[in-house]
């Protein structure tokens, strides 16, 4: 499953091997959005330009509660050449007042069709407002992109130029915990057969986060002097391989994966959860996202075992790997060491298929979980009288434009590129970062060229005021062209500086200058692809902290 699955033409020579590849950023980019999206619009304590060391303060009144919405929405499409086709999508939304709400999202086909890969993103603008009694209506604007289909062929006709748009309103009903209602809506991908005028469903579920401001970052806050979670949540990363059972597509080998998933508890031991599972090797860029519920049992103090049971959206091209309509189903066992209150090492085994493709597999991973907030204890209350600590975190969100790009020998246009780039503060200056850039126009003829980076930086103010900060930072990453490794640029280098003038405690000026160069002609026995470009880019950055363990 991807994001924007259209792809660069073939360069010249390549041929059917080079076309054979069709996959991308779908998950990946899902991710990163929603991960991007915590705390977006989480309100701050009062402005401040300056940064404050690192330190410990044992005061609640530094914590803020933001409020939003999980809006999940099923959309049946008839495409305008006669077929059937289906999205599922899913939205954070982060409340700006009363009536008002913004968030991001991701959507996928489901159950109609035949073009199990197709994958999007989107922003979302959404207005709410009671009627009478629980009787409300609501209606917004999504902007986005999104691109897949059955075959390289139909790739370009299901896509278009993979720019996605949807206009609804409608009608809902709320109970104590959630709401559901009716929209109408206008679902369009630019030059697309999705284009089309249809009723969804929709259901609601509200949800809270605690966060600071970003002066507060470093801050060390006791459990007791604020609502601290009641429940265990944790992220987890992990490796391993998928085994297909029969399979039917072009694609017969076994792939590499890497996994994340983000687990919340709203019981002791019973949870939600939303996972990734990405394609490392084998078939780079196969990818999958599913969410679901799950139960953990004890074993002794240190050891548990978790099953779980995931419903999404996934697979690469369908004549590559047939998810058929979309719809994945993944049971998943496993076992778990604690060896702290923070990490546990974790192996795991599932079996992933799909009802409505012939696509089966067996799945066995070996990784890490991490735990943001933790509540052990013997009888399964919460923990009292820990501390947590308040992480900073900047979303930067610019625009990039690059220059000419030399790839493979050839020289392509530039392109206007949008990135997300989150920045984990390690320290007072160091931080970790991780940023995806989706380009907003087409390479080589097709739409859906997208990056990933992750790395590291470091940051230093320029002024005695603190307005002014600069930046330098080493990331490697990927990109989405080819699987033939023959024709395939490998990983890239991408080091950058900037600055950033900071116009209150939460919002600053961002610009980045930077240069993306492939490493893997460099290397012995590696790929002799070359890729190349440089890019400027200008955008804002919105600053919080995040409380953790």
């Excluded at 059917?16 to 991308?24: E, F």
């Excluded at 979670?229 to 590499?256: E, K, L």
């Excluded at 049992?297 to 075992?305: K, Q, R």
Aim: charged fraction near 15%; proline fraction near 4%.
């Amino acid at each position: 499953m991807r994001f924007l699955k259209a792809q660069p033409a073939a360069p010249r020579g390549l041929g059917k091997p080079w076309q054979k590849r069709m996959s991308g950023w779908g998950r990946a980019s899902a991710a990163i959005l929603l991960a991007a999206g915590l705390g977006s619009l989480a309100p701050g304590s009062p402005a401040s330009a300056q940064t404050t060391s690192f330190g410990s303060l044992g005061d609640g009144s530094l914590v803020r509660e933001s409020r939003g919405i999980h809006m999940l929405e099923y959309s049946p499409i008839r495409l305008t050449n006669g077929g059937e086709f289906d999205l599922l999508a899913i939205h954070q939304l982060y409340r700006l007042n009363d009536w008002l709400s913004f968030g991001v999202g991701a959507f996928a086909p489901m159950l109609r069709g035949n073009a199990g890969g197709f994958f999007g993103a989107s922003a979302r603008l959404h207005a709410q407002r009671r009627i009478s009694g629980n009787w409300f209506v609501n209606g917004g604007l999504s902007f986005g992109a999104g691109a897949g289909g059955a075959s390289i062929a139909n790739i370009g006709t299901l896509s278009g130029d993979g720019v996605y748009t949807r206009a609804y309103a409608g009608i809902g009903y709320a109970f104590r915990n959630f709401s559901v209602g009716l929209n109408y809506s206008r679902v369009a991908i630019a030059n697309s057969p999705i284009n089309d005028s249809t009723f969804s469903i929709f259901v609601q579920r509200p949800f809270s986060l605690r966060t600071g401001a970003y002066s507060s970052a470093g801050t060390i806050i006791n459990a007791n002097d604020f609502n601290a979670p009641a429940y265990d949540t944790m992220i987890s990363v992990s490796a391993g391989n998928m085994v297909q059972i029969n399979p039917t597509g072009s694609y017969r080998g076994d792939i590499g994966l890497l996994t994340t998933q983000f687990t919340s508890f709203f019981r002791p031991n019973v949870y939600s959860f939303f996972g990734i599972n990405m394609g490392a090797s084998g078939l780079s860029w196969y990818n999958q996202a599913q969410g679901g519920v799950g139960f953990r049992y004890a074993l002794s103090p240190n050891v548990n075992v978790y099953s779980q049971l995931g419903i999404g959206s996934g697979g690469w091209v369908t004549d590559t790997i047939n998810t058929g309509s979309g719809i994945v189903i993944y049971p998943r066992v496993a076992l778990e060491y604690r060896l702290s209150d923070r990490l546990g090492a974790q192996l795991s085994a599932g079996y992933l298929y799909a009802p409505r493709g012939t696509s089966r597999n067996w799945t066995v991973e070996l990784g890490m979980n991490y735990y943001l907030a933790n509540a052990r204890s013997q009888d399964g209350d919460s923990t009292v009288g820990d501390a947590y600590t308040m992480r900073g975190i900047s979303l930067n969100v610019f625009g990039r434009r690059t220059s000419d790009i030399f790839y493979n020998g050839r020289t392509s246009a530039p392109l206007s590129m949008i990135a997300v780039q989150a920045d984990y503060a390690l320290n007072d200056n160091w931080y970790a970062a991780g940023q995806l850039a989706v380009a907003a126009n087409r390479f080589r003829g097709f739409a859906g060229y997208a990056e990933a980076f992750l790395g590291v930086g470091y940051r230093r103010n320029l002024t005695s005021s603190g307005r002014f900060q600069g930046y330098a930072q080493l990331m490697l990453g990927v990109n989405d062209l080819g699987v033939d490794p023959a024709h395939e640029n490998g990983p890239m280098l991408y080091p950058s500086i900037g600055v950033n003038y900071n116009i209150n405690d939460r919002l600053s000026l961002y610009g980045q200058l930077g240069v993306t160069r492939s490493i893997n002609q460099y290397l012995s026995n590696g790929p002799t692809v070359d890729f190349e470009n440089y890019s400027i880019g200008l955008g804002m950055t919105y600053r919080f902290s995040l409380l953790t363990r």
